[in-house]
């Protein structure tokens, strides 16, 4: 319920969603192109290390010679 997507609460989001009203992505804390899965299970990323995040990969990713532009898929395992 931050309100950052511009609906009062989750909630009226979700509803807006289902309706057609608004996208998946609206929501800044779980939508956006970034996103952390641990464990198989999504970790809710605030808009500013989501942006952090997503600049740092991006940077890296188009130092890399010969790679397209794109969209970008991290795996790291840790055990």
Known sequence: NCGLCGFPSCEKLAEAILSGK???NSCRVVGGDVHLEVGGETVPL???VRELLG???RT???KLKGVKRGSIVVRVGWS
């Open 22 to 24: 608004a996208s998946p």
């Open 46 to 48: 605030n808009p500013f």
């Open 55 to 57: 600049s740092l990969i």
């Open 60 to 62: 890296f990713v188009s």
